[in-house]
């Protein structure tokens, strides 16, 4: 993926650099509650040590070849990250990962980063399946999944552990026979 990638006018996918890591600690730490009820890793992010320590394993990922990450930026303010994890080049296959700040949900920023790392996989990593993960009861990601063309193949139950309990998951996947590219305006 090149280093910088315009969405549109006001939006960028770029990797994360170490002079990232307190802003983007600044968003998650501001949306924390916003979060929480979805992501478990936020527990173990109480600092932008924290995040320089993604950052490091983010760009370790992508040496290797199996993750990508990116820093969603929307008037020069970080906003949210969309991920390409356990990319698997033997079979072609990996999991599109997402989050968004509270201000922007709803808006199509999400969607439109979604859909250019989809476009990414596809295109350029040559991958043919991507799968997206996400607690039933998180209907604005589950939206997002159906919006962005995945097809619902099942629920996991009791997928994921999450602080005090366990969350089924509905579990989303999308050949590349079947993305229908968004229309750039």
């Keep these: 993926m090149p280093q910088r990638f315009f969405?549109?006018?006001?939006?960028?996918?770029?990797?994360?650099?170490?002079?990232?890591?307190?802003r983007l600690y600044a968003a998650v730490d501001a949306n924390r509650d916003h979060l929480r009820r979805?992501?478990?890793?936020?527990d173990t992010t109480?600092?932008?040590?924290?995040?320089?320590?993604?950052?490091?394993r983010a760009v370790?990922?992508?040496?290797?070849?199996?993750?990508?990450?990116?820093?969603?930026?929307r008037d020069a303010q970080i906003c949210g990250v969309v991920s390409l994890d356990r990319?698997?080049?033997?079979?072609?296959?990996?999991?599109?990962?997402?989050?968004?700040?509270?201000?922007l949900e709803g808006r199509g920023v999400c969607r439109r980063a979604c859909a250019r790392m989809i476009e990414y996989a596809f295109d350029?990593?040559?991958?043919?399946?991507?799968?997206?993960?996400?607690?039933?009861?998180?209907?604005?990601?589950?939206?997002?999944?159906?919006?962005?063309?995945?097809?619902?193949?099942?629920?996991?139950?009791?997928?994921?552990?999450?602080?005090?309990?366990?969350?089924d998951h509905a579990v989303y996947g999308l050949l590349r026979r079947e993305w229908h590219r968004p229309v750039r305006s």
Excluded: C, K
């Design 46 to 56: 109480r600092s932008a040590a924290d995040i320089e320590a993604f950052r490091a």
């Design 124 to 167: 350029e990593l040559q991958l043919n399946r991507l799968t997206i993960a996400a607690a039933v009861d998180n209907r604005r990601s589950r939206a997002l999944a159906e919006r962005l063309g995945f097809t619902l193949e099942g629920i996991q139950r009791e997928s994921e552990w999450l602080y005090d309990h366990y969350v």
């Design 38 to 42: 979805f992501m478990a890793w936020l």
């Design 87 to 103: 990319i698997d080049q033997w079979n072609r296959r990996g999991e599109l990962g997402y989050w968004i700040t509270r201000d």
């Design 7 to 22: 969405i549109d006018e006001r939006t960028v996918l770029r990797p994360l650099s170490e002079q990232d890591s307190a």
């Design 60 to 73: 370790e990922q992508e040496t290797d070849g199996n993750g990508l990450s990116r820093i969603i930026e």
